[in-house]
């Protein structure tokens, strides 16, 4: 049998998602648990990794057993085994043609940042902060030249193993709510690194440094050393992943945030 989850985590207290010896990480917590509900191993595949610091509204995974139990068993029973920061929103059963990486449509980021002077202290850890005013306009319209299928090179980390740099950014939304800006992006798939390269080479613009066709430039150079530095993990969610109707998932729709 295969069961599907949908995953929330704080990513701050985590060396990202990834199974790795003597750190602590989503995955092996999450597999843990759950090997405790199912009385034998169980070893679980996700629709993408999160890196240290990074938080997931809405992680998808998949697993397989032969082990009989309620959905209800997979959901409260692993959230009881769970440390307070990782949640199963839900369980589902799906077919084993179904896989949370391969199956995925589309996955959606969002970064949420604090633009004022001073840091933030009581959203410490779930909000970036940056402490120049910056020009959302300006950002807006350097947004829209990555937007579309490109090479995304420039924008992937140097460890990035994904065998293309080719992506299609169909979304790349920011908006202001305040003193806060958050900035939307969805994508086949995405590059390590890409939203917070993207994210640095936005605020270099938000902040005068270049004008807006620089990201351009930036693109078609496909060279890591032209963009700006990676920006903090501490703002950006996994939001959501995007599957075909037909698996049938009970996904949930996340509010923007508040």
């Not at 980390?157 to 939307?184: E, H, M, W, Y």
């Not at 390269?197 to 440094?209: A, D, E, R, S």
């Not at 351009?216 to 700006?228: I, P």
């Amino acid at each position: 049998m295969r069961i599907a989850l949908g995953v929330e985590y704080d990513g701050s207290g985590y060396n990202g998602w990834q199974s790795q010896p003597d750190v602590p990480n989503v995955q092996d917590a999450l597999q843990m648990a759950l090997s405790g509900i199912a009385g034998e191993d169980i070893s679980i595949l996700a629709a993408g990794r999160t890196d240290t610091g990074v938080h997931a509204l809405e992680q998808v995974v998949h697993f397989d057993t032969d082990v009989d139990r309620p959905l209800s068993a997979w959901v409260r029973g692993t959230n009881a085994l769970l440390a307070k920061d990782i949640a199963v929103l839900w369980a589902h059963p799906v077919p084993e043609e179904f896989h949370a990486r391969f199956s995925a449509q589309a996955r959606s980021y969002q970064y949420v940042l604090v633009n004022r002077p001073s840091r933030s202290a009581v959203h410490h850890g779930k909000v970036g902060w940056f402490h120049m005013p910056l020009d959302v306009a300006a950002m807006r319209a350097a947004a829209q030249y990555l937007l579309g299928e490109h090479d995304f090179s420039a924008f992937r980390s140097s460890q990035c193993q994904a065998k293309t740099p080719v992506k299609n950014l169909a979304q790349l939304d920011i908006r202001q709510q305040g003193d806060t800006i958050i900035f939307n992006l969805t994508a086949n798939a995405f590059l390590h690194h890409m939203v917070r390269n993207i994210l640095g080479c936005l605020l270099y613009v938000g902040k005068g440094k270049y004008p807006p066709y620089w990201v351009r430039e930036v693109l078609e150079g496909r060279e890591r050393k032209l963009a700006a530095p990676t920006f903090a993990a501490d703002g950006l969610y996994l939001r959501h992943i995007t599957y075909d109707p037909k698996w049938q998932l009970p996904q949930g729709t996340m509010p923007p945030y508040l």
